[in-house]
């Protein structure tokens, strides 16, 4: 199918990188080395201005989500819609989750105030998938509070231009930052990523972890991907990637019936005319086209979709069928 459905650019990682990877893999007959993973930390660190202390690498961004029972949350408030795996590993663990609903009818705005003073875990996303709002550093920063961590998933931060709200840089006592190359660099099937926070709080989240939990070629792609030229080469594949967003959102709210939601991020969340959402998808799974539904984040309904940015070519796919599928619909 014509994939709009997964938050992944492009086939594969670019030569420069598959050759980066594939000159690795002599290196496979031998466990991963403590000196491969202070180089990645290293790297990171150089990044993102901080210590190599700083930096806990990992088997992508959502080993860090599996990880969070180990810090022994009384309370964890999630902040939704949002991406739905952190609150399932917390709930399988038993750690008691509320759930923090942000409001369509302002923009999805993020208010500190609505986050429970008891949580001592607090998780949020920036952008939020699914709705691709960014929101303010200052607003984010307002959720930290004595006894309490603050973990702020910024899997997409670098496909926004200048990352403009991120924390990776932060200090803040208490927060965690998750950061993925899954999705910059084509790297779904090879799972890397980094935690960016204080030694002892990345040495509790990495308590239960077994050895060698990072492989050789994930190492060697978190170094890769975090040298300047890399960094560079993302800045200017984010620039290219929110000039391709704002087209497909204006050909998109062109559809009569379609309503593109404001956001900031590699993806768009559409609202489509009440009740037709699952009949929609139908056509489009007819049409060999695949989206993904908005009924499973809690807070959306099913008449809600999500869709990957993508070449203008299958844009104009999804735009015709988009529109066959609403002919006569009242938007």
């Avoid at 559809?255 to 991020?265: H, R, S």
């Avoid at 695949?290 to 809600?304: C, E, I, K, Y």
């Avoid at 940015?309 to 599928?325: F, N, S």
Wanted: glycine share 10%.
């Amino acid at each position: 199918m014509l994939d709009f459905a997964v938050n992944v650019q492009g086939s594969g990682p670019p030569a420069w990188l598959r050759d980066r990877l594939a000159a690795a893999l002599d290196g496979l007959g031998r466990y991963p080395s403590a000196a491969h993973d202070a180089a990645a930390r290293e790297a990171v660190a150089a990044r993102h201005g901080r210590r190599p202390d700083e930096v806990l690498v990992l088997a992508g961004s959502a080993e860090g989500f599996a990880l969070l029972p180990a810090l022994r949350p009384r309370l964890a408030a999630v902040v939704h819609p949002g991406f739905t795996e952190p609150e399932a590993a917390l709930r399988a663990a038993g750690v008691p989750v509320v759930r923090v609903l942000t409001d369509e009818a302002d923009g999805h705005r993020l208010r500190p105030g609505a986050v429970p003073a008891e949580a001592d875990l607090v998780v949020v996303g920036n952008p939020a998938n699914p709705t691709g709002v960014l929101y303010p550093a200052a607003d984010v920063r307002a959720l930290a509070a004595p006894g309490r961590v603050l973990l702020v998933d910024e899997a997409f931060a670098d496909a926004v231009p200048g990352e403009p709200e991120t924390l990776a840089g932060d200090r803040l006592p208490g927060l965690l930052v998750l950061r993925s190359l899954t999705k910059t660099w084509a790297l779904a099937g090879l799972r890397a990523g980094y935690a960016l926070g204080s030694p002892d709080l990345l040495a509790r989240l990495a308590a239960p972890r077994p050895h060698w939990p990072v492989s050789t070629l994930a190492l060697e792609a978190v170094i890769a991907c975090s040298a300047p030229a890399a960094v560079a080469e993302g800045r200017a594949a984010a620039a290219r990637l929110a000039a391709a967003r704002a087209e497909q959102a204006a050909r998109l709210a062109a559809v009569p019936g379609v309503t593109v939601l404001p956001g900031t991020a590699p993806y768009l969340l559409l609202c489509l005319p009440a009740g037709h959402g699952p009949r929609v998808r139908a056509a489009l799974r007819a049409d060999g086209i695949a989206v993904r539904r908005g009924d499973t984040f809690p807070g959306l309904g099913p008449d809600h979709v999500r869709v990957a940015v993508r070449p203008a070519e299958q844009v104009t796919r999804l735009v015709d069928a988009l529109a066959g599928a609403l002919v006569g619909v009242a938007a």
